[in-house]
């Protein structure tokens, strides 16, 4: 953690640096409420309609057709136990269809023509245009980023201040409000502050007052909303919201985040989805951020005020919000963490419950 005094104004710039000595155990396999793809009528989830191959053997040995879009689809091998080739080719965004593979890296042509012995994948291969992706960025995912600043004073007249700076992304709106994501740890107020301030602020640098709505430290996740109107009363922009997958990336597949680390708005930066890992929250930051689940390790690099921002597949669809980074005993970055979808729509759903109106 790190502290700056400024004109005895205590600010606290809010992020995470796990240690080394963290305990942490690879999850190579699916785990906990992924198959189950959840889903929330709050949000915008990925759908994608593909018609994969129906063999003469419905008992047959499974197959599995990864379209390394976010999707997945399932069939079987025929009586020969052969894969039935898909008639029609998958998209994605930005990129151009080059095959069907047979390990994750595509660099293995699949051979339809040789028989199976046990379950198989199929693993769709592309071309991506990054410059493209960069651009589909800038016009149209910067509209979901924003940054939140908390602000916590002693008392009305003055005092120690305390400051927290995060990001966030929009994922819902309705006629007269925004809803964003950001970390708990953001929005935490340490017991010794009586009065606090939520700041949010867009692509563009709009100013709006913040409102929290839920906030559950057990999955380090807030939602807030603010009015679509910003506090200068000027009209602005119109923001958008993101879109969430429904599927976790394969490992080495590319990740993107999206966020204002260092106050430095709309800040992008790319890197590679490594595994889920198991977490545990150190003692210290516990009673802000008390995560006990599976979390996405990553290499697309977050610094101080990263906490909340998106992390995007390269369908550009949400996959996780990040809260935290690993760094080396001498301080080098290692990786980031981020809270995979689904624990982020459970998140959502359990706001959903204790507020049916919305």
Avoid at 49 to 57: A, G, L, M, R, T
Avoid at 59 to 88: C, H, M, Q, R, W
Avoid at 123 to 139: F, M, P, R, V
Wanted: net charge negative.
């Amino acid at each position: 953690m790190k502290h700056k005094f400024l004109n005895l104004i205590l600010i606290f710039v809010l992020f995470f640096s796990i240690t080394s000595c963290s305990k942490h155990k690879s999850i190579s396999t699916i785990t906990e409420n992924q198959n189950q793809n959840p889903s929330s009528k709050f949000i915008k989830q990925d759908t994608y309609n593909f018609i994969v191959p129906k063999s003469d053997n419905p008992n047959g040995i499974k197959v599995i057709y990864d379209l390394n879009n976010g999707f997945k689809f399932y069939s079987t091998a025929t009586l020969e136990n052969l894969v039935l080739k898909p008639e029609a080719n998958p998209t994605k965004i930005a990129s151009t269809f080059l095959g069907w593979y047979s390990d994750i890296e595509c660099k293995i042509p699949f051979n339809f023509k040789k028989e199976i012995k046990k379950e198989t994948t199929v693993y769709a291969g592309y071309e991506t245009d990054y410059k493209e992706i960069s651009n589909l960025i800038s016009d149209n995912i910067l509209k979901t980023s924003v940054k939140v600043i908390s602000t916590f004073t002693e008392s009305t007249l003055g005092g120690q201040t305390y400051e927290s700076i995060g990001s966030g992304v929009i994922i819902a709106q309705t006629s007269n409000y925004y809803y964003c994501l950001t970390n708990n740890h953001v929005i935490y107020k340490p017991e010794k502050y009586k009065y606090e301030e939520y700041k949010i602020y867009d692509c563009f640098n709009n100013a709006y007052t913040g409102i929290i709505a839920y906030a559950d430290s057990n999955y380090d996740l807030a939602l807030m909303y603010f009015n679509k109107i910003p506090d200068d009363g000027k009209t602005t922009d119109t923001l958008d919201t993101i879109t969430f997958t429904s599927n976790m990336p394969n490992e080495k597949d590319t990740v993107i985040t999206v966020g204002n680390p260092k106050r430095v708005m709309n800040t992008i930066t790319y890197g590679s989805y490594v595994s889920l890992d198991e977490f545990n929250s150190d003692e210290e930051s516990k009673i802000k951020s008390d995560i006990k689940f599976s979390v996405i390790d990553h290499t697309a690099k977050i610094n101080d005020g990263s906490s909340g921002s998106m992390l995007l597949d390269s369908n550009l669809r949400l996959i996780g919000i990040n809260f935290a980074s690993k760094v080396s005993a001498s301080n080098e970055y290692l990786y980031s963490y981020a809270i995979p979808y689904y624990k982020v729509i459970e998140f959502i759903q359990n706001y959903e419950k204790q507020s049916p109106t919305n």
